[in-house]
């Protein structure tokens, strides 16, 4: 039980949280076949816009968590239209880039301007008390984590496969062209998927706050573990994130059980080249089809 409470479990419960980190990035690039470098700070703006909005304004609480969510929504639909939908037809990857790093940054920035960039304990915790479960020492909150990325995974896979707006989601990132051609809006479709993909974020960030301090840090690890995951289950592939997210939390955690902290970092970028050596597309991806 020893190695399943300092290895297994944590692991699980870190990579539960890359796997959802990974689901919002998957769910954008799939559609838009864009990286969207702003997801970082959609995950910490949903619970510091909590704290902001009960703390400094004095709203209720759960009023301030519908109202931080939805600002979370709202920015992800300006930066939709002025930093992702100009470059969908582009060729080159390096406008879009720029563009979301300049979103993520102004967003990074004002967290600072509120905050002076301190990281906030999020006070309205839960499930913070141990519990053991068939021999394993856990929390109601990590428990939570493990749930809520096995129940977001399932319900984004199944509305992908088997409703309508799904197939058309489905057309639009396998052929834009044809797509547009009978009616389908790809406008729309980007709308959509940045909405649900930010969506995911203030989920993301909310069971993340119970257990980390809020701030411009917590989004900015948990980005490059989500990117790293998606890497590794295959980027836009929904079912990909889950088992990506949980091998990488796996592998993360027995490096760091023996080898150290330190070999943490090594592990991360030793397992980003070798996924992109031996299987760019990763576990669960489409192998990119080359035209001639």
């Known amino acids: 039980m020893d190695f399943v409470n300092d290895v297994v479990w944590p692991g699980i419960v870190s990579g539960s949280l890359f796997a959802l980190v990974a689901l919002g990035i998957n769910m954008t690039e799939r559609v838009t076949k864009i990286v969207n470098f702003a997801h970082a700070q959609f995950i910490y703006w949903a619970p510091l816009g909590t704290l902001l909005l009960a703390k400094q304004f004095g709203l209720p609480v759960a009023l301030s968590f519908v109202l931080a969510t ?102 639009v990132a ?55 995951a998606a890497a590794l289950g295959g980027m836009g592939s929904l079912p990909g994130s889950l088992v990506g997210g949980i091998a990488l939390g796996l592998l993360l955690q027995l490096a760091n059980a023996h080898l150290g902290t330190i070999a943490i970092n090594m ?10 050596l031996v299987r760019p597309q990763g576990l669960f991806g489409d192998r990119a089809l080359r035209s001639v």
């Open 70 to 171: 939805l600002g979370v929504l709202i920015v992800s639909l300006v930066e939709e239209r002025i930093a992702i939908r100009p470059f969908l037809r582009r060729g080159s990857a390096l406008p879009w880039i720029l563009s979301t790093l300049a979103v993520g940054t102004l967003l990074e920035r004002a967290a600072y301007y509120q905050f002076a960039g301190e990281p906030q304990a999020f006070t309205y915790n839960f499930g913070q008390g141990p519990i053991d479960v068939l021999g394993v020492r856990t929390t109601a909150a990590e428990i939570t984590i493990v749930v809520v990325a096995l129940l977001l995974v399932g319900l984004v896979t199944l509305l992908w496969r088997a409703t309508l707006l799904g197939r058309r989601l489905n057309a």
């Open 267 to 276: 592990v991360l970028f030793g397992t980003l080249l070798l996924v992109y």
């Open 174 to 228: 396998e052929d834009l062209d044809g797509a547009t051609s009978v009616g389908i809006s790809a406008a729309r479709a980007s709308q959509l998927v940045m909405v649900g993909s930010a969506l995911v974020a203030a989920i993301t960030g909310f069971v993340a706050a119970p257990s980390l301090q809020v701030g411009p840090a917590l989004g900015l690890s948990l980005l490059f573990n989500g990117f790293v």
